[in-house]
T-cell receptor, first 110, second 117 residues
Framework: GIQVEQSPPDLILQEGANSTLRCNFS?????LQWFHQNPWGQLINLFY???GTKQNGRLSATTVATERYSLLYISSSQTTDSGVYFC????????????FGQGTTLQVKP | NAGVTQTPKFQVLKTGQSMTLQCAQD?????MSWYRQDPGMGLRLIHY???????DQGEVPNGYNVSRSTTEDFPLRLLSAAPSQTSVYFC????????????????FGEGSRLTVL
């Protein structure tokens, strides 16, 4: 099956710093999403981005489907950005089988 | 519009007991799925459904049963709980644009924390 690798596994930032999280995948995808799991365990949708670039406030994401990677940018980080960021992908075929990477754990220090 | 609702939020079982985790969505989504999350393992797909009456296995289906009698509900059953099933369980749903194989954005419930003693 498809492999999803996220890097780095852990990241510590000072408040106000910028960061880039990466998601590599081993096969063509027709669905890619980024999620943030906050310290209370809730999974929050950030981006639905099978290709192209999207921005939402301080966060933006770019997926280059032909090269099989996606990037999540966090600018001017805040302590509330702490948590785990997951990338999830789905390959072609008529299923809802979304496969997750292992996640990047981000800690933003005040 | 409640989204995806999971019950119960917390449950403690003894080994060998059975239980059902309930999941309901009110967004008329075709796709529904169950994931489990364990420390250091990310989220792993247990079972999923592409519509009422249709279910299929994910990455870690053993020990779990599902059914999809309605579009809204997708319960997850543990027939004989084992300590290895101690985990946090998430239900999720998404839409599928008519006539395509693409799924839309996946929405998650708040999770159910299960402990098996």
């Amino acid at each position: 099956g498809i492999q999803v690798e996220q890097s780095p596994p852990d990241l510590i930032l000072q408040e106000g710093a910028n960061s880039t999280l990466r998601c590599n995948f081993s096969d063509s995808v027709n669905n890619l999403q980024w999620f943030h799991q906050n310290p209370w365990g809730q999974l929050i949708n950030l981006f639905y981005i099978p290709s192209g670039t999207k921005q939402n406030g301080r966060l933006s994401a770019t997926t280059v489907a032909t090269e099989r990677y996606s990037l999540l940018y966090i600018s001017s980080s805040q302590t509330t950005d702490s948590g785990v960021y997951f990338c999830a992908v789905k390959t072609g075929s008529n299923t809802g089988k979304l496969i997750f990477g292992q996640g990047t754990t981000l800690q933003v220090k005040p | 519009n409640a989204g995806v609702t999971q019950t119960p939020k917390f449950q403690v079982l003894k080994t060998g007991q059975s239980m059902t985790l309930q999941c309901a969505q009110d967004m008329n989504h075709e796709y529904m799925s169950w994931y489990r999350q364990d420390p250091g393992m990310g989220l792993r797909l247990i079972h999923y459904s592409v519509g009422a009456g249709i279910t299929d296995q994910g990455e870690v289906p053993n020990g779990y049963n599902v059914s999809r009698s309605t579009t809204e509900d997708f319960p997850l059953r543990l027939l004989s709980a084992a300590p290895s099933q101690t985990s946090v369980y998430f239900c999720a749903s998404s839409y599928r644009p008519s006539g395509t194989s693409v799924t839309g954005e996946l929405f998650f419930g708040e999770g159910s924390r299960l402990t098996v003693l």
